[in-house]
């Protein structure tokens, strides 16, 4: 199946910093997802983004479908912005693994004030 | 506008008792999903349907678990009998239409098997 890969596993930062997180995937993908998993356990869908460049505040992202990689950029970040980052795919080939989500390992992010 | 309602919000249960999840999901949304995730494995698909129907089981780990979809508004998934390696946070999904589009989350189900 699909593999994902996502870096840095961890990442420690001030706050007011900015920072990137990759996530690489292995095929073609026809979804593609960001999430942000806080501190109470909850998903906080982030982006949907198979391709392309799409903002949101102090976040963006940018998902290079040809190249297969995704990035999310967190800028001038807060504390409340701490918890754990997730990529998910779809992948592009039918079969039943058509609408499977693909979730990475994750990035934990540690915003201290 | 109401998103993926899960119930309950932590189980604790016995080894060997059945469990019993439950999933609303968004209205109008005709695909459901049910994740696992835990420290060793992370999120993984357990099942997801299409139009109430199962579509992919391969994920289920074993026979002790079943999942069902009687009607569009409405998802069970059930363990029995329970083991400690069952304890796990379980997510439900939705989504509108096909594979393309984003999947949404609910809040999940902690479930800590004794």
């Known amino acids: 199946g699909i593999q994902v890969e996502q870096s840095p596993p961890d990442l420690i930062l001030q706050e007011g910093a900015n920072s990137t997180l990759r996530c690489n995937f292995s095929d073609s993908v026809n979804n593609l997802q960001w999430f942000h998993q806080n501190p109470w356990g909850q998903l906080i869908n982030l982006f949907y983004?198979?391709?392309g460049t799409k903002q949101n505040g102090r976040l963006s992202a940018t998902t290079v479908a040809t190249e297969r990689y995704s990035l999310l950029y967190i800028s001038s970040s807060q504390t409340t912005d701490s918890g754990v980052y997730f990529c998910a795919v779809s992948p592009r080939a039918g079969g039943t693994s058509y609408g499977k989500l693909t979730f990475g390992q994750g990035t934990i992010l540690t915003v201290h004030p | 506008d109401a998103g993926v309602i899960q119930s309950p919000r932590h189980e604790v249960t016995e080894m060997g008792q059945e469990v019993t999840l439950r999933c609303k999901p968004i209205?109008?949304?005709?695909?459901l999903f049910w994740y696992r995730q835990t420290m060793m494995r992370g999120l993984e698909l357990l099942i997801y349907?299409?139009?109430?129907?199962?579509?992919?089981d391969s994920g289920m780990p074993e026979d002790r678990f079943s999942a069902k979809m009687p009607n569009a508004s409405f998802s069970t998934l059930k363990i029995q009998p329970s083991e400690p390696r069952d304890s796990a946070v379980y997510f439900c999904?939705?989504?509108?239409?096909?594979?393309?589009?984003?999947?949404?989350f609910g809040d999940g189900t902690r479930l800590s098997i004794l």
């Open positions: 349907f299409n139009n109430n129907v199962p579509i992919d």
């Open positions: 983004i198979p391709s």
């Open positions: 209205s109008g949304h005709n695909s």
């Open positions: 999904a939705s989504s509108s239409g096909t594979a393309h589009l984003p999947q949404h």
